[in-house]
């Protein structure tokens, strides 16, 4: 079958879930490449796509409206740093929309100011976003283009990487799930600078979270003089010995945003959620489960619409969130993902009466994974 065909039969597979945006040659490429070009496969895993978009309402163009202003996107660039891409920053070798990501001051304090479900989150907008950029841009030019990323290491404390059971270590492991998942055609090159001194480790650290398909797309600029190798010195940001100056940015010489010194009132607290909503935390009923390698804690809850669910649960392994109503939507992306450091607390408005299921799987093929967790409906 000739990759004309596989598109034909994609398309056909995913009928109106797809945009009229998303329906080109380049981004079902992308899908295909992701899926080994296997189009049951790749509409698959597009349908859950799908259906994560419009959990978190992107499947709606205003959702892009204002998109840096949004409050939780404030506090995740706050403590990621990262460049806004636009199609005016274009690496000349590959025609790829070029961006530049900081890397964290204090992994620590970076993971107690941010839930996991919070980063995954605003890294799937993230991504949405960026993919939308592309598509424009690719409609523009009539050529693919993809993502070149910059990660700059300069702030880092490599030390902070080295257990891989570190939180910040297990909140990317997440999010290179949700990457590879998705996106992993969309992203070509990570150029990494100002690594630390021991490359070795780096390396490591590298291997631990990445798979292996994605492994050769990463290099390593030991000099700011190695970047050309991979990157056009008119789309090198100044900080890095190239010519682009990113004018609009906080940060002219990067592109970025700048960091926020992040202390005590920036720390997530347990339980705050209660609070929001005027409940007294002591009112509260947790339930303490073990859940066996592989099985599911599920509540089938009957809701109404404009109640609102409120939950709060910590696991202390990988497990799979799945909350969906009677028809199968969504009301919270599905992610892998984890609890390292702090509890997973929010809110989600019932908009249909019905019942929906909210379940908590473990990922562990091995290992019991002990839940608490707090379920409740208001009106």
């Given at each position: 079958m000739s990759r004309t065909e596989r598109r034909h039969q994609l398309l056909e597979l995913l009928g109106d879930k797809i945009s009229e945006p998303e329906r080109t040659d380049f981004n079902l490429d992308r899908w295909l490449e992701a899926y080994d070009e296997n189009p049951q496969r790749a509409a698959e895993a597009y349908f859950e796509y799908f259906k994560n978009k419009k959990s978190l309402n992107l499947d709606r163009p205003e959702a892009y409206d204002d998109f840096y202003l949004k409050s939780d996107m404030i506090n995740y660039y706050n403590i990621f740093a990262q460049s806004k891409p636009t199609s005016d920053w274009?690496?000349?070798?590959?025609?790829?929309?070029?961006?530049?990501?900081?890397?964290?001051?204090?992994?620590?304090?970076?993971?107690?100011?941010?839930?996991?479900?919070?980063?995954?989150?605003?890294?799937?907008?993230?991504?949405?976003?960026?993919?939308?950029?592309?598509?424009?841009?690719?409609?523009?030019?009539?050529?693919?283009?993809?993502?070149?990323?910059?990660?700059?290491?300069?702030?880092?404390?490599?030390?902070?990487?080295?257990?891989?059971?570190?939180?910040?270590?297990?909140?990317?492991e997440a999010r290179v799930n949700v990457l590879m998942s998705y996106y992993s055609e969309v992203v070509k090159n990570i150029v990494i600078v100002n690594p630390p001194r021991v490359l070795n480790v780096l390396m490591k650290i590298i291997s631990l979270i990445l798979p292996a398909k994605v492994i050769n797309r990463i290099h390593i600029a030991v000099q700011h003089s190695d970047i050309p190798k991979w990157i056009s010195n008119d789309s090198i940001p100044v900080a890095y010995g190239g010519l682009?100056?990113?004018?609009?940015?906080?940060?002219?010489?990067?592109?970025?945003?700048?960091?926020?010194?992040?202390?005590?009132?920036?720390?997530?607290?347990?339980?705050?959620?209660?609070?929001?909503?005027?409940?007294?935390?002591?009112?509260?009923?947790?339930?303490?489960?073990?859940?066996?390698?592989?099985?599911?804690?599920?509540?089938?809850?009957?809701?109404?619409?404009?109640?609102?669910?409120?939950?709060?649960?910590?696991?202390?392994?990988?497990?799979?969130?799945?909350?969906?109503?009677?028809?199968?939507?969504?009301?919270?992306?599905?992610?892998?993902?984890?609890?390292?450091?702090?509890?997973?607390?929010?809110?989600?408005?019932?908009?249909?009466?019905?019942?929906?299921?909210?379940?908590?799987?473990?990922?562990?093929?091995?290992?019991?994974m002990k839940l608490r967790i707090a379920l409740r409906i208001i009106n």
């Open positions: 274009v690496n000349s070798f590959d025609n790829g929309i070029v961006f530049v990501e900081m890397g964290t001051k204090d992994s620590i304090k970076s993971s107690k100011s941010i839930r996991a479900g919070e980063f995954l989150q605003c890294f799937f907008r993230a991504c949405e976003y960026f993919l939308k950029i592309l598509l424009e841009y690719e409609q523009k030019c009539g050529k693919r283009s993809f993502g070149v990323a910059i990660f700059d290491m300069q702030n880092m404390s490599i030390l902070q990487y080295v257990n891989p059971m570190a939180p910040i270590n297990r909140i990317f682009k100056i990113i004018k609009d940015a906080e940060v002219p010489e990067t592109g970025c945003n700048i960091q926020k010194e992040l202390g005590n009132d920036d720390f997530r607290k347990d339980g705050a959620i209660w609070e929001k909503y005027g409940i007294d935390q002591k009112t509260v009923d947790y339930e303490n489960c073990l859940i066996t390698a592989g099985d599911s804690y599920l509540q089938i809850l009957e809701a109404k619409k404009g109640q609102t669910l409120i939950f709060e649960y910590f696991a202390n392994r990988n497990f799979e969130i799945i909350v969906e109503d009677e028809k199968g939507n969504y009301l919270l992306p599905r992610f892998k993902m984890c609890s390292p450091l702090l509890a997973e607390e929010g809110a989600v408005l019932i908009k249909e009466n019905g019942k929906l299921n909210f379940e908590l799987r473990n990922l562990s093929r091995m290992m019991k």
